[in-house]
C-alpha cells in the first residue's frame, strides 16, 4: 500500500514510459495521472504524430516493441517501403499499424476534438486504464539550434540528422498552454514524480507552461536520475549535458538542471556524488515489466520516507 492519493508523473520518451509502466502496475488507475511532453509532435505525411503520447500509450497498453522501447511490436513498414518508391518523405518511419494510431488521431483533431479528448479515447480503444494527459492542447515546439546555426525541430535533429549536430541551445516556440486538466491534477497531487526522460526535451517542455512549475514546487518531487554511471541510459541526453551545461553527464548535473525543485533523487548504485539531496541508490536500469514495477515501489516508498 502507498500513503500516496494521488500521484502525477511528468514523462516523455522510452525512460518515461518505463517508469510509468512501473507505477500504473504499481498504484490503482485513479491513483496515478502520466502528464506528457508533446513538444516532439510533428505533423508527418499530413497526419499529427506525438511521439511521446505514443510511446507512453504503447508501453502502457503491453503492445509496445520491447526491444526498441518505441513503436508497436511486431509492425512492418510496407507503406512506408510504398511511399518511398513514390518519392515521399520516409526519414521518420510510421508502421503499418501505427499509422491507424495517427489516421484516427488526425480526424478526430480535425473535426474539433482537442488532443486531450482524443488521448482519452485512444487509450481507453487499446485497454490503457491510467490517466495519460498531454501537456497542452496547442502547439508548442521544441527547437535545437545546433553550434552551425541551425535550428531544427527536435525531430528533424534526434532522427532525421541522427542526434549528430553539436547542441548551442534548447528553445520552445508556439503558444501552447497547459490544459485545464494538467492543472487540476497537479493541485490535487500528493507526489509528482520527475521520471528518467530527457531534461531538456521531455520535462522543461512541461516545466516550461505557465502555471506548471509553480504548482510542482509546492510538491513532494521525487526524480529517477537518466544518468547512469555518467551515461544516458538512451537517448542523446548523455552528450547534452557537457554541451548545455559543460559539465560531464551525472546525477549531479540532473539536480543542477532542475535547481531547487526536486526534493529527493533515485539514482544507480554508486552515483550519489555531490548531491545535496536525500538520495536512495538502487538499481535503476529497467528491464521487464516486472523490474519496473519493483523500481516504481521502491520510489514510492522512498518518498513516503521523506519528511
Known amino acids: 500500500m502507498t500513503p500516496f492519493r494521488h500521484v502525477v508523473a511528468l514523462a516523455g520518451g522510452v525512460g518515461g514510459s518505463r517508469l510509468a509502466q512501473g507505477l500504473a502496475r504499481a498504484l490503482p488507475p485513479e491513483a496515478l495521472t502520466v502528464v506528457v511532453n508533446t513538444g516532439d509532435d510533428l505533423v508527418h505525411v499530413g497526419l499529427t504524430v506525438c511521439p511521446d503520447l505514443d510511446t507512453l500509450m504503447y508501453t502502457l497498453s503491453g503492445l509496445g516493441d520491447r526491444e526498441r522501447g518505441w513503436g508497436l511490436r511486431d509492425e512492418s513498414f510496407r507503406a512506408m517501403e510504398m511511399l518511398g518508391r513514390y518519392g515521399g518523405p520516409t526519414w521518420f518511419a510510421l508502421g503499418d499499424r501505427d499509422l491507424g494510431t495517427h489516421l484516427a488521431r488526425t480526424m478526430q483533431l480535425a473535426a474539433g476534438a482537442s488532443l486531450t479528448s482524443v488521448t482519452a479515447h485512444l487509450c481507453a480503444s487499446v485497454g490503457v486504464h491510467t490517466r495519460l494527459l498531454p501537456m497542452s492542447d496547442g502547439t508548442r515546439k521544441t527547437i535545437i539550434e545546433t553550434t552551425d546555426g541551425e535550428r531544427l525541430p527536435f525531430q528533424d535533429w534526434l532522427v532525421g540528422r541522427r542526434a549528430v549536430p553539436r547542441v548551442k541551445s534548447v528553445t520552445r516556440v508556439g503558444e501552447g498552454v497547459a490544459t485545464p486538466e494538467v ?3 497537479l493541485d490535487d497531487a500528493d507526489l509528482v514524480v520527475v521520471c528518467p526522460s530527457n531534461p531538456y526535451v521531455s520535462i522543461d517542455p512541461i516545466l516550461e507552461l505557465p502555471g506548471v512549475r509553480e504548482r510542482v514546487a509546492q510538491k513532494r518531487v521525487v526524480a529517477l ?3 547512469v554511471g555518467g551515461r544516458a541510459v538512451k537517448g542523446p541526453l548523455g552528450t547534452m549535458i557537457p554541451d548545455l551545461m559543460g559539465v560531464p553527464a551525472s546525477a549531479a548535473a540532473i539536480v543542477q ?9 533515485v539514482v544507480e548504485h554508486g552515483d550519489a556524488i555531490d548531491i545535496a539531496l536525500p538520495c536512495r541508490e538502487t538499481r535503476t536500469v529497467m528491464g521487464d ?3 519496473r514495477e519493483r523500481l516504481a515501489r521502491e520510489l514510492l516508498a522512498f518518498a ?3 519528511p
Do not use: N, T
Open 304 to 306: 513516503a520516507e521523506l
Open 225 to 227: 536520475s537518466p544518468i
Open 289 to 291: 515489466e516486472h523490474d
Open 257 to 265: 538542471h532542475y535547481g531547487g525543485l526536486l526534493s529527493a533523487l
Open 183 to 185: 492543472l487540476r491534477a
